[in-house]
């Protein structure tokens, strides 16, 4: 099972490369990695199972986070309106977005970075993803709000792209144009 060592921190090279297009059909091994970066999300998400392996809680991870340039990410949470969401998938792509942007007020984190970053970042309100999931079907969704901004950190990781790149550097506090806070 994958564990905090496994997950490498801010400074690795990996977090900074484009990850490769994955191969499909879905070979056993991607697809194994997939699985466990899944079940890792629950497992941190779990009070015992998170106490007795010290795992930080966490509602996505990339491929990238483990040492792998592969366009592969995981998510496992609910939003603000107990939607739930948990997927595993394949070469995500966003296929549209609005104009409107949103942020969360509290900012955000980072299993692969230890420290915290304060800031707002900017993520569209709204977006479209394809991808193939672990059955290896193609699968559409639209995300708003706290779903659509997990899914566009993870999408950062595939791109090399971290969180706190996003951050107006001169004002981390400045609002982005044309959002509003995403809150509970
Ligand atoms: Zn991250």
Do not use: W
Not at 31 to 49: A, G, H, V, W, Y
Not at 59 to 70: D, M, R, T
Not at 120 to 128: G, L
């Amino acid at each position: 099972m994958i564990t905090m060592k496994d997950i490498v921190r801010e400074g690795h090279p990996v977090l900074t490369q484009v990850a490769k297009e994955v191969k499909l059909p879905l070979k056993d091994d991607d697809k194994k990695t997939l699985e466990e970066m899944l079940q890792f999300l629950k497992n941190s998400q779990d009070e015992e199972l998170s106490e007795k392996y010290e795992l930080r809680a966490g509602v996505g991870l990339a491929a990238p986070q483990l040492g792998i340039s592969k366009r592969m990410m995981a998510v496992h949470f609910q939003d603000f309106d107990e939607n739930q969401y948990s997927y595993g998938l394949i070469n995500p792509k966003i296929v549209s977005h609005s104009i409107a942007q949103t942020y969360l007020s509290s900012g955000e984190g980072c299993l692969s970075v230890d420290r915290e970053v304060p800031g707002y970042v900017p993520r569209y309100h709204k977006i479209t993803i394809k991808a193939t999931n672990l059955e290896g079907n193609e699968v559409k969704l639209k995300l708003k709000g706290y779903a659509a901004i997990v899914f566009q950190h993870e999408l950062d990781h595939l791109n090399g792209v971290m969180f706190y790149d996003r951050i107006n550097k001169q004002d981390p506090f400045t609002i982005p144009e044309n959002a509003k806070a995403c809150d509970q």
